[in-house]
């Protein structure tokens, strides 16, 4: 069956362009993750953004998980959910096995899983604040305790970790947790007829169904997604038992139900309201629950969620989340460029999302918006040399006003070496170790090819696909298909939302145009296929709906998947003073010592010039000077001289 | 001499603009906020920005004298500072009667003199929240406490009083409550060597110098001025002591000693930085300490926050504070249009200082700045109807961004009724009611006509000027100037910087148009002068220096002093999409019967159509619909439909 063919697919990624960023991992991110978690960084935590303030340079994660083991003594320290920068960075460990072995790395992750076991109590619960420091409070304080949202990241890696290496008890402890949730929570006697503040859980349930094939862990993610929002007063009621004024992070109580997904039941809510993260992290799970029991009702709700975030709250970039207080969704159309949030960990959130739609249906505007995720969104989190971090991602920044308006400091214009909450550095992490999860998927009789990243590919019953490419800078993308045993089935190349115009498509020299649902179908039937696809990679000025009030009369430039942004260290300050001619050159080139070797684009603009101190006079046609516009990939910004950056272009005409 | 001229200037206002405005204070804005104060107006207070809440829908302020007094019994309610509410209202009823004598309003404020007297302590402290809920902590926690603006607010008033009324006792209370100060703060041993967190004292100082002659008052307002900031961990040092957590309000603690203007000596600070109200008090303060003791140093410390603030940061409307976080000053040049804050006191406050710095020099730059000032930042603070204000005066507004975005959610698009902190309310109405002090200034042998605010005023020695004009609608401004004595003096006439282009000015017939400093002098030698000066009222398209980044490529328009904006009632939603044609008419019409009788502007524009779902999509120049954009006055918005409102409008060529 499809589901088989799908789990036995081995891929090898050739992309010369993720090969640098997956051995980066493996290289750099790991091991200085690795020593951060372990207090043997010298790092500096940053202040960052929406008053995540934690004064120490430790993260104390490992110390934790120690303490909570009984091999040290002492009080937790940090967030309720710091286990989860852990376990994140264990499943990133268990995914970059499949691609670099590495024996050093596998004995700390194999004494880490112990740790974890030691640390885990006998009915399954971990979570290592609870446990240190307010045992009595454990499942009492569901809106913001995060227990089920740290347990969930422990099965997700658990699960990543078993299939990886085969080690038992990286499964078993997940087994033990879910145990423990199921037992916990419910509508019997007894149990809490709730669900967790964060959503992760549900996600998690589905990936520990898949490998056990339990419906134990289906069925409690169901109830999960049924049960939220049917009692919007839930959190409020535990919160007055609990102490109303008990906060384990501070301020949160004030937050709505609509912040947390639970002021009505999803299947009821019309928009993507509240933060982030919570919200794509529950389009996930529940995409996956939809599909698994086939229930139309949360399908309905993924297509809505999904409708209302890619056509009226997601930036250019992928970036999602337009205000920094509560790192949340505000309004249809509401997108500034500044106060904005764009979390890193929002994007990896909306890649899983986007996954797991594609799990259910293969549309072209799924893989569209994972491939913005990948190659803007959810890169931008890193720097080149894979030790900083943002954790907003701003499309438009200036050191000056982050360092002197209070309004728009949350968005720091050089990456961080570690936060206080550090849930995206190994976010993102995790997903770059996993990207060749993402780019097929198998359903029926058919393998859909959805993202350009080269590769070679063995299916089931003896199918064999390599792709190669130089994407995403270049559009010629060449697929060998070899299907030895001749079976009969469909091979499906999404073509780009942004390469519809223009794009042609060879299956064995005979062209095929034939799109559905942005994606164009080959029947295989003979032993070798040679597809030849040719996107259209001519740069392209974009521009948001008029109803985006901050990008009115502004263009951005695109090529292929990659959005470009001009930095201040290539042109002159202030940057907002260039004006771009729409109507003039527009050019591209690949240069490959700068900033890991990236296509850049320059363009004909007109620099306007900062003559005199009067602040206010009679308008006359400014004379500026014609020049041109540098502009490099978003992703690669901030790893420079500290400087201005902005997405969105000033036009001259 | 010069001064008793001053002082002795008898202005009545002809002006239908300002006559209207200051009728409204005595008709509406005085027994308005007068039941208000005394918790009997059926109203909501707004939870207004900066987190200033207070959950009641009392204000309390004289209740809270009445405690104070001994004849009420409970708690102080409200804001430390909450007794300013009552004094600034007095003032602005002091200033009333010199225009509308009204024995009712006189039987009510000479009762509440009664009150205050009682209320004050016998060594002539008054803050009721200290008397009633923390006597203690007098002057303990000065940071925060607000008890000298408070005091220097009841002196400002009640030198108003008594020289509007004569009443000793209001007076006397003045003098006490100085005398209290000035033994309680100085440099000998037991007193306090330090100063308010929030200036305003010294200005208050300075006027009941003028009207008591005693030069103690000057000196201990010059010893305030000179000790801020040498210590610049004096309010840490006392909060260490008072107990660091016990802010008075809330988060004061934090603010670094900048924002009080206290982390150097005011004679060292470069720029204008910290809470925009507490720099403008202190400079106007600042202005008359400097003429009257001749301190250069403060002079020229004046000359420094004055070019800073007038070419740096402030807005067209005359609006400063660029940040809603603590209602701030940012940095130059930074000047968003929405998440800045503009406080109304704060050009209430500007006003003080540029009226001041005129009484120092004749410049016609104070003039410029304090018209702006009258047509636009402060008036703006005030609903048409006198009962509805805003504390925020924002220069670009959307209701839709104030409900569900919070990053911006502190620009509210609708007056409230009352705030928790209502600083401003009372703030606008004295200056209306004093406008008159504005008009002219006086300085050895020259009389400067500042504001074209029409008036028949009698200076001393028999001299007679009368100014007629229809102002700010149209720009001819004619003098009858009699001189019966014959007396030589010059009579100079500002002539405004947006004017200075083109303007006539004949004097019996004789043009004159030399400018100096931005004034024109005549010398008067008649007993009867002509002076007829036109005034360019085109309406002007303005651009903001490039280096303001939120202005960047779009125009406002400004007809005289007055701004304009758009509003979506008299404009198709949204009203971004409008790029006004740089090039196209321009016209004006006053419509009596709109808004109280205004001038509105119609232009031409092309109105983007809004005809797609799609969030992004490849640049192609827009073919809007040519059509009109109209613009009503900005000091006159939100006085109907709740709606969207831009004073920088986009442009299409
Ligand atoms: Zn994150
Ligand atoms: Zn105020």
Redesign the interface.
Known sequence: MSYQLKKNMKVQITSDFWKRYRELVVNEVLPYQWSVMNDEADIKIAHEPGGNAQDSKNSHAIENLKIAAGIKKGNHFGYPFQDTDVYKWLEAAAYSFSYHPNDDLKKITDNLIDLIADAQDNDGYLSTFFQIDAPERKFKRLQQSHELYTMGHYIEAGVAYYQATGNQKSIDIAIKMADCIDHNFGIDEGQINGYDGHPEIELALTRLYEQTENEKYLKLAHYFLNQRGKNPEFFEQQNIVDGIENDLIDGMKYFEPKYYQSAEPIIDQKTADGHAVRVVYLCAGMANVARMLNDMELLEACHRFWNDI???R?Y?TGGIG?????E?F??D??L?ND?MYGETCASVGMAFFAQNMKDIEFKGEYGDVLEKELFNGTLSGMSLDGKHFFYVNPLEA?P??TK?????SHAITQRADWFGCACCPSNVARLIASVDKYIYNVKDNTILSDQFIANKTIFNQGIKIEQSNNFPWTGDINYKVENEKNIDFKFGIRIPGWSQ?KFTLNVNGVENKNLVDGIVYVDITDINTKIELKLNMDV??????????YD??K??VQKGPVVFCTEETDNES?I??Y?LN?SGSITSQFERKLLGGVETITATAIK???S???????????KGVETELKFIPYYAWANRENGQMQVWQ?IS?
């Open positions: 890619v056509q009226k997601m250019i337009s205000t920094n207080i509560g949340a505000t309004y159309y509401d500034p106060t200036d000056d006003i002197n308006n209070p309004s728009r115009d392209k000025l974009m521009q948001a709906n008029p109803l985006v009030k009115f009369g263009v951005s202030p907002w003073t004006q729409t306007n010039p900062i005199d101190t009067t602040l206010y006079r009679e308008y006359n046609k400014i000033n005409n």
